[in-house]
T-cell receptor
Framework: DAGVIQSPRHEVTEMGQEVTLRCKPI?????LFWYRQTMMRGLELLIY????????DSGMPEDRFSAKMPNASFSTLKIQPSEPRDSAVYFC??????????????FGPGTRLTVL | AQKVTQAQTEISVVEKEDVTLDCVYE???????LFWYKQPPSGELVFLIR??????QNEISGRYSWNFQKSTSSFNFTITASQVVDSAVYFC????????????FGEGTQLTVNP
């Protein structure tokens, strides 16, 4: 089975531009997570969805960030306008939580974003 | 609040040495779940193991073993006979039953295995 798929793998953009990161979770998984990894702050949870509904977006840094999950197989994380401090690796992860003890999150390969 | 501490920022060993990565956690939940992930130089995060708070049995998987001790709130990871391919950043993570699906990660330990 395919794992979590993210695109693009690398993105270089200029400050002020809109950036859209994409994620396809593992088929059948009902939870989807967006994380950001930086040297200064480590791995941070930005937002997660259950059955396409946002459950916890308390980690979204500011209004410039938005995330959507229009269906069970696709999610986007958008930054508009982008700033140099948004440069990071963004990970998408998914999990299947039939019962409380089956919640392992599987991560995609990440998108390395550089904002100049 | 949940917290995970990986006090070892960097560890360097020579191939074939055994190495233990420490993980100490804090939670007020009585039911919680602990995880280890590996991040090799290529950057992806690879799931290694998941442990429930009510199962304190140690686990061995090939050269990898995990020692879970609730009395000391620790979930340490040992690599036996380390290999160069084990070089990576290793993350310990915690999910408490009251934190929804939110994982709290430690800061990671950079392991370098030298030939």
């Amino acid at each position: 089975d395919a794992g979590v798929i993210q695109s693009p793998r690398h993105e270089v953009t200029e400050m002020g531009q809109e950036v859209t990161l994409r994620c396809k979770p593992i088929s059948g998984h009902d939870y989807l997570f967006w994380y950001r990894q930086t040297m200064m702050r480590g791995l941070e949870l930005l937002i997660y969805f259950n059955n396409n509904v946002p459950i916890d977006d308390s980690g979204m840094p500011e209004d410039r960030f938005s995330a959507k999950m229009p269906n069970a197989s696709f999610s986007t994380l958008k930054i508009q306008p982008s700033e140099p401090r948004d440069s990071a690796v963004y990970f998408c992860a998914s999990s299947f939580q039939l019962a409380v003890d089956t919640d392992t999150q599987y991560f995609g390969p990440g998108t390395r974003l550089t904002v100049l | 609040a949940q917290k995970v501490t990986q006090a070892q920022t960097e560890i360097s060993v020579v191939e074939k040495e055994d190495v233990t990565l420490d993980c100490v956690y804090e939670t007020r939940d009585t039911t919680y779940y602990l995880f280890w992930y590996k991040q090799p130089p290529s950057g992806e995060l690879v799931f290694l193991i998941r442990r429930n708070s009510f199962d304190e049995q140690n686990e061995i998987s090939g050269r990898y073993s995990w020692n879970f001790q609730k009395s000391t709130s620790s979930f340490n990871f040992t690599i036996t006979a380390s290999q160069v391919v084990d070089s990576a950043v290793y993350f310990c993570a915690l999910r408490g039953e009251t934190s929804g699906s939110r994982l709290t990660f430690g800061e990671g330990t950079q392991l370098t295995v030298n030939p």
